[in-house]
């Protein structure tokens, strides 16, 4: 993710097996019997033949079986309410493999430490960026909020860029908690396949006096970031209202979104654009045309150049969205506008060719 260095905004029990399973059975069978015409019926009784490919059944359903257990992924409920994702969605961003649940042939990737155990959840990760849920167990809820004290985070040993939430308790079987981190790119690095190195240090709480300890401790994570690079991408052209910025590109994943515009200001400076009148971008509109606002989460928008010519938007989404079904894009127009009842009055929309 760009370095930004002029506003941040935060508008803050039947299984179907594979096609390539059955297609690989297929062929092997296919194989196994071409040489048994030759070398079965010259040398051996029939009966050898059938058990033969009984043992062939077996092996492969085991195969087939141990390929679809392997492909189901486990989402843990901080990413399904934070994404506000549907049963259909879910499905689609396995099939794109955007999602992960990282381990190794010894099981999860964990640590321990003070009596608490941390592990990888689950992972969400595009070109540009990793929603990583870290599971927890060994705390106590308390009344405050609490949280790690320090994070520190290396992808390919560089440091990077994150934001935290506080941790969440969930009351169920697992009785088990959830912390999400969002993890960012430097200079459009593609971050799929790099090595996430997770540090945290400490558990306590945040308050006016600072952290306050509760559990003294360090947990170590480090695994490989898995994801997909699946996103859409246009070229428009096009002025957003009569504000002088152009918009000359979009690029849109299901979790976030990059908008590239020239305008006609050589200055950030003064009231000619700030973030009380820049037309920031505020949700999409679907082709089935439900519209969702509020969609900017983490990021920023700002010039990009010297010369205060280019500017751009990059954020992550607040909810997961398929680009394939996105009609066009909304915009800030008005400021102050009633959050309970805006209205498309309220913003300016871009159709997306």
């Known amino acids: 993710m760009i370095n930004y260095t002029i506003f941040i905004d935060n508008i803050k029990d039947d299984c179907t097996t594979p096609e ?33 490919f009984a043992l062939v059944l077996i092996l492969f359903g085991m195969i087939a079986i141990t390929t679809v257990a392997a492909a189901i992924i486990h989402w843990s409920k901080t990413i399904k309410e934070e994404f506000d994702i549907s049963d259909d969605e879910q499905k689609l961003a396995e099939d794109i493999g955007l ?38 167990e060994g705390l106590q809820e308390i009344d405050s909020d609490i949280n790690f004290g320090n994070l520190e985070i290396l992808l390919d040993g560089v440091a990077a860029t994150w934001s935290m939430d506080e941790i969440l308790f969930y009351e169920d079987e697992d009785n088990h908690s959830e912390v999400r981190i969002d993890i960012y790119g430097s200079n459009n690095q593609r971050i799929i396949g790099k090595k996430a190195e997770l540090t945290l240090s400490d558990i306590g709480t945040f308050g006016i006096g600072g952290f306050t300890e509760l559990i003294h401790g360090s947990w170590k994570l480090s695994w490989i970031l898995e994801g997909s690079d699946y996103k859409k991408q246009w070229s428009l052209n096009e002025e957003i209202g009569n504000t002088g910025i152009i918009i000359e590109t979009v690029s849109l994943s299901p979790i976030g979104i990059v908008v590239n515009c020239t305008t006609e200001f050589e200055s950030a400076d003064g009231n000619e654009i700030s973030d009380e009148n820049f037309p920031n971008f505020f949700g999409i509109k679907n082709k089935d045309g439900t519209c969702l606002y509020y969609l900017a989460g983490n990021g920023g928008f700002g010039f990009t150049d010297e010369t205060k010519n280019e500017l751009i938007m990059d954020y992550e989404l607040e909810k997961m969205i398929f680009p394939e079904n996105v009609e066009g894009l909304f915009f800030l127009k008005n400021r102050p506008f009633d959050s309970e009842n805006i209205s498309e009055d309220d913003l300016y929309f871009i159709i997306l060719p």
């Open 20 to 52: 390539s399973v059955d297609r690989k059975f297929r062929n092997t069978l296919g194989t196994i019997n071409d040489r048994g015409n030759t070398e079965i019926v010259k040398k051996k009784p029939l009966y050898m033949s059938r058990f033969a």
């Open 99 to 136: 999602v992960d649940n990282p381990n190794t042939d010894e099981g999860r990737i964990f640590s321990e430490d003070a009596g608490v155990t941390v592990w990888v959840e689950q992972t969400i990760v595009d070109d540009e960026r990793a929603t990583v849920c870290l599971a927890i």
